[in-house]
């Protein structure tokens, strides 16, 4: 059959505008959340955390959102640089479990 | 420290040639995973280890994958004998211990191609 790949959601931010990256999370039983950013030719790299006893996780130009009711979490990048290109994914973990689970992910072009 | 370390970075190989990726996890962490990447099916994981034993295979595709960790320091995943559809991304990572709030620092990758 035809082969169909990922079709990964893209965001184009000018450098200076803060940009929101979404994520669904699929087991409502997750209890812990990381934003990975993975540069070109490189691995995922940790950016922020959040665990589900809270709703909001700020570091150094990102937050994060978690809104359990609806499986959402999103991630804020505040006057984005053209560093912060990548594609940043969302990884669950429940509390029982060893593994993380990864989202598709998103790929964040910065417009100089 | 140096991170995870991975080798080689890239590889090329024919179909049904074997092929063997390395990978030295952080010293101290406790488990280490391998995932695979490629555009159709995102990041997958493969298998993982903790304290070098094998806990969670159920994500190597099949008997041509196989993985190993003699020591703490090294891991390797074997693919004999390989195919074009093995063509991906293999990343190795490793954490102080598995789950939350653990993060997994991850290696650079081994892109392997397989004509």
Not at chain 2, 110 to 115: D, E, F, G, P, Q
Request: glycine share 8%; net charge negative.
């Amino acid at each position: 059959g035809e082969s169909v790949g990922l079709h990964l959601p893209t965001l184009s931010v000018q450098e200076g505008d803060n940009s929101i990256i979404n994520c669904a999370y699929s087991n409502s039983a997750s209890d812990y959340f990381i934003w990975y950013k993975q540069e070109s030719g490189k691995g995922p790299q940790f950016i922020i955390d959040i665990r589900s006893n809270m709703d909001k996780r700020q570091g150094q130009r990102v937050t994060v959102l978690l809104n359990k009711t609806v499986k959402h979490l999103s991630l804020q990048i505040a006057a984005t640089q053209p560093g912060d290109s990548a594609v940043y994914f969302c990884a669950e973990n429940e509390n029982t479990g060893n593994q993380f689970y990864f989202g598709t992910g998103t790929s964040l072009t910065v417009i100089p | 420290d140096a991170g995870v370390i991975q080798s080689p970075r890239h590889e090329v190989t024919e179909m049904g040639q074997e092929v063997t990726l390395r990978c030295k996890p952080i010293s101290g962490h406790d488990y280490l995973f391998w995932y695979r990447q490629t555009m159709m099916r995102g990041l997958e994981l493969l298998i993982y280890f903790n304290n070098n034993v094998p806990i969670d295979d159920s994500g190597m595709p099949e008997d041509r994958f196989s993985a190993k960790m003699p020591n703490a320091s090294f891991s390797t995943l074997k693919i004999q004998p390989s195919e074009p559809r093995d063509s991906a991304v293999y990343f190795c990572a490793s954490s102080l211990a598995a789950g939350a709030p653990y993060e997994q620092y991850f290696g650079p990758g081994t892109r392997l191609t397989v004509t």
